[in-house]
């Protein structure tokens, strides 16, 4: 019987990019010697969790609903003690502010180890900065920390956790799912993407610290340059609304659209002619991730692990955050470098390939987990510090 790893998450609607990984992680536990399962905390009449659970379905990732109504319903702490003693959980993984609370109160009534991924503390609304302020602290109480990039891992350390509590252990993806199977142009005809321009794509969740907003702008300024661009964004969210009304304000409407949420966003990234990453706070994306494994074009903006990633602009432009000209100029230096494009392409697919390939990183989590569990022979196993 292989010890058993809950993953716990709060979530709202279809959640965002640390579910590729939660949902991911399971079916690769299992060749390596863990069971695991993920239990996901939401509002009970929440329409948007049914994608969850096709995803779940697909990715063979045994899925926990636990409803929840706010911070005040005791009914879900009592849930997951329940929920540890019957399953005899052996490592409780955390992902965010009120699932490391959750896990700390648990493991009162249940003994197990704790271990939490930092994907990053982005969001700004209500009262999102008092919970990640409450959670920096909350982390030296953990027996392990991941951090999925190097400004995270620096931060984590700054808040208390020691070293030898703590990993770098970046995003990945599954290089063989996220590999191009068909060219531009036949992409662009099997999405019903126009074939007549530049498609500029972007995926993500539709909130404030993405600043779709900006590069709605930028896209309205190539226009005006001459570039016969379109731009679609995948995804929902909170800004939906005001985000249509900024296309409006442009009379963008018949070039930018808002997609809603793609399942399977590889064809539409395929289509792309360039991805475009806009946001202001950010871990390590996964949607860079993917878009790099798909030999698209990328334009990112310098924050948090993506410099590291393109490495400083060998694998794709940077440019400045909170600027439309930024994000403007770094697209047109993409279309103007046909040659450079090619090259940047190819070098960043074998960069995910070498680096960031999903089997690899559960092998360095499992050194975590056999860490902290105290088996045998794996004192040397624990990544700290290394991608």
Not at 34 to 45: G, N, Q, R, T, V
Not at 148 to 161: N, P, R, T, W, Y
Not at 237 to 250: D, N, Q, W
Not at 257 to 281: H, K, N, T, W, Y
């Amino acid at each position: 019987m292989y010890p058993l790893v809950l993953h716990v998450r709060v979530v709202t609607g279809s959640g965002g990019g640390p579910e590729k990984t939660i949902l991911n992680s399971p079916r690769f536990l299992r060749r390596l010697g863990y069971d695991s399962s993920c239990a996901y905390l939401h509002p009970p009449e929440d329409v948007g969790f049914h994608v969850l659970e096709e995803r779940a379905r697909r990715w063979d990732a045994p899925l926990i609903s636990v409803p929840d109504r706010g911070p005040w319903d005791l009914k879900v702490l009592w849930t997951l003690v329940r929920l540890c003693r019957e399953r005899k959980v052996a490592i409780w993984h955390g992902h965010e502010n009120k699932s490391n609370l959750l896990g700390l109160l648990v493991r009162r009534f249940w003994p197990m180890r704790l271990v939490t991924t930092v994907h990053g503390w982005v969001s700004r609304a209500g009262r999102a900065p008092l919970y990640d302020n409450l959670d920096r602290r909350f982390l030296r109480f953990y027996d392990h920390v991941v951090c999925v990039s190097e400004d995270l891992f620096a931060e984590a350390q700054e808040f208390g956790v020691r070293a030898g509590r703590c990993s770098l252990i970046h995003n990945a993806i599954d290089v063989e799912e996220f590999t191009r199977t068909r060219s531009v142009i036949d992409a662009k005809h099997g999405f019903g993407a126009p074939s007549d321009g530049i498609l500029i794509g972007a995926v993500g969740r539709l909130a404030e610290e993405k600043r779709f907003d900006l590069l709605i702008a930028a896209a309205a300024q190539l226009v005006q340059h001459g570039v016969n661009a379109y731009l679609w964004i995948a995804g929902d969210g909170p800004m939906k609304e005001t985000l249509e009304s900024v296309i409006a304000s442009h009379r963008m409407q018949e070039r930018i659209r808002l997609l809603g949420m793609v399942e399977d966003p590889r064809e539409f990234v395929q289509a792309c002619d360039l991805f475009a990453l806009s946001s202001i706070r950010e871990g390590l994306p996964n949607v860079l991730l993917e878009a790099m494994a798909l030999e698209t074009p990328v334009v990112a903006t310098r924050i948090a692990g993506v410099p590291s990633l393109l490495e400083e602009g060998r694998l794709g432009v940077l440019v400045e955050p909170n600027s439309a000209e930024s994000l403007a100029n770094g697209m047109l230096q993409v279309l103007r470098e046909a040659n450079q494009r090619l090259e940047r392409v190819a070098a960043a697919r074998a960069r995910i390939v070498e680096s960031y390939s999903f089997q690899r990183r559960m092998e360095r989590m499992v050194a975590v987990y056999d860490r902290v569990l105290g088996r045998d022979n794996v004192s040397t196993k624990v990544p700290r510090n290394s991608a």
